[in-house]
């Protein structure tokens, strides 16, 4: 099992960057790829990113493309998600998860065993 830990959410104005941090434990990075998710008030949650156990290769919701880029740091056990341009739009809870699944094009929630308890990010106009 993985145990994860986001942080790096807040508030911030429209046009703005956050760079989310979401810091594991438990098991070897290289066992795992990570993805990024963020649920809205409201709404059912959405992917965001996922990148590949060495990091190679990645993949965006379309909603971010342009403007996130997730990124891993295998020797610390710590993935990111730089967040540009941000709008209002993007306000929502922001969390990590784990899939032992190979690959990267992982979009699914069940596709994921492990899940970080999120950290918010508030975006203003």
């Known amino acids: 099992q993985v145990q994860l830990v986001e942080s790096g959410g807040g508030l911030v104005q429209a046009g703005g960057s956050l760079r989310l941090t979401c810091a594991a434990s438990?098991?070897?990075?290289?066992?795992?790829?990570v993805g990024w998710f963020r649920q809205a008030p409201g709404k059912e949650r959405e992917f965001v990113a996922s990148?590949?156990?060495?990091?190679?290769?990645?993949n965006y919701g379309d909603s971010v493309k342009g403007r996130f880029t997730i990124s891993r740091d295998n020797a610390k056990n710590t993935a990111y998600l730089q967040m540009n341009s941000l709008k209002p739009e993007d306000t929502a809870k922001y969390y990590c998860?784990?899939?032992?699944?190979?690959?990267?094009?992982?979009?699914?929630?069940?596709?994921?065993?492990?899940w970080g308890q999120g950290t918010q990010v508030t975006v203003s106009s």
């Open positions: 998860a784990a899939s032992y699944a190979f690959g990267w094009n992982l979009v699914q929630e069940y596709q994921y065993n492990d």
């Open positions: 438990g098991r070897a990075s290289t066992t795992y790829a």
């Open positions: 990148i590949s156990r060495s990091g190679g290769y990645s």
